[in-house]
């Protein structure tokens, strides 16, 4: 256990909806990170927060958004879903802001996006 | 950005030693060297990182030569459980932090 806390676990849903995954990251940390891994392929870094503040964007598609709230949990917001967007969704946390290459992310359980 | 390069697959068998070897040539400065072990459907564990020359913990060994642009993950007497898909990546504030996960490289561990 990692100490990362994802929900919900697994969600269904239909094209153009839109849904919220949550995340809670470890006690202390207070980075959070959020990947999408899609079947068979490797993990694609989407955006990085740092104590509520936007540090980093990857390959984040203008339909999805996130924020870090003061309690430092986050939550990565999917809207006008594809079918393409059905995926694995992994939070990641650090203690620190991640610009030291020493600083090591710890990964939740993930939340498993369908779009039918 | 630096990109990282693997062997797309491994196969091993119980009790020898597996060394999976990432090519990063375009290192920066201020990276570092960071390997994850993943499970189908888990994410990501930390395994071990480095900057240079070598590391060890009780789960792996780290290797990296001089010039930083490889660096060799072994593992001793990989079990069944090792089979997973080990990443390699660079971890560090290069214009502008990301982290960057190549494909990864697929243990297959055979009894």
């Known amino acids: 256990d990692s100490g990362v806390t994802q929900t919900p676990k697994h969600l269904i849903t239909a094209t153009g909806q839109r849904v919220t995954l949550r995340c809670s990251p470890r006690?202390?940390?207070?980075?959070v990170y959020w990947y999408q891994q899609s079947l068979d392929q490797g993990l694609q870094f989407l955006i990085h927060?740092?104590?509520?503040?936007?540090?980093a964007k990857g390959n984040i598609l203008e339909r999805f958004s996130a924020q870090q709230f003061p309690d430092l949990h986050s939550e990565l917001n999917l809207s006008s879903l594809e079918l393409g967007d059905s995926a694995l969704y992994f939070c990641?946390?650090?203690?620190?802001?991640?610009?030291?290459?020493?600083?090591?992310?710890?990964f939740g359980p993930g939340t498993r996006l369908t779009v039918l | 950005l630096a990109k990282t390069t693997q062997p797309i697959s491994m196969d091993s068998y119980e009790g020898q030693e597996v060394n999976i070897t990432c090519s990063h040539n375009?290192?920066?400065?201020?990276?570092?060297i960071t390997w994850y072990q993943q499970f189908p459907s888990q994410g990501p564990r930390f395994i071990i990182q480095?900057?240079?020359t070598k590391v060890t913990n009780e789960v792996a060994s780290l290797f990296i030569p001089a010039d930083r642009k490889s660096s060799t993950l072994s593992l001793p007497r990989v079990s069944l459980s090792d089979t997973a898909v080990y990443y390699c990546?660079?971890?560090?504030?290069?214009?502008?932090?990301?982290?960057?996960f190549g494909a990864g490289t697929r243990l297959f561990v055979k009894a």
């Open positions: 990641a946390s650090s203690v620190e802001v991640g610009s030291r290459g020493t600083d090591t992310q710890y």
């Open positions: 006690s202390g940390d207070l980075s």
């Open positions: 927060y740092y104590n509520g503040e936007e540090r």
């Open positions: 375009n290192i920066a400065t201020n990276d570092y």
């Open positions: 480095g900057y240079k």
């Open positions: 990546l660079l971890h560090g504030n290069t214009g502008g932090f990301k982290t960057i």
